[in-house]
């Protein structure tokens, strides 16, 4: 009996997409909370 199951595929191209967006993103909050860091620092 084979209870092998086909797996889904994965658009690696369409992950890499959104894991550089994610990561711009990121950036960007990091960007606002080190500001604010600052401006509390003050």
């Known amino acids: 009996m084979d209870t ?3 797996e889904e595929e994965i658009d690696i191209y ?3 997409k959104e894991i550089d967006e994610l990561e711009m993103e990121l950036a ?3 960007k ?3 500001e ?3 401006e509390i620092e003050r």
């Open 28 to 30: 960007e909050v990091r």
């Open 36 to 38: 604010k860091f600052r």
């Open 14 to 16: 369409a992950v890499q």
């Open 32 to 34: 606002k909370m080190a």
């Open 4 to 6: 092998f199951e086909e």
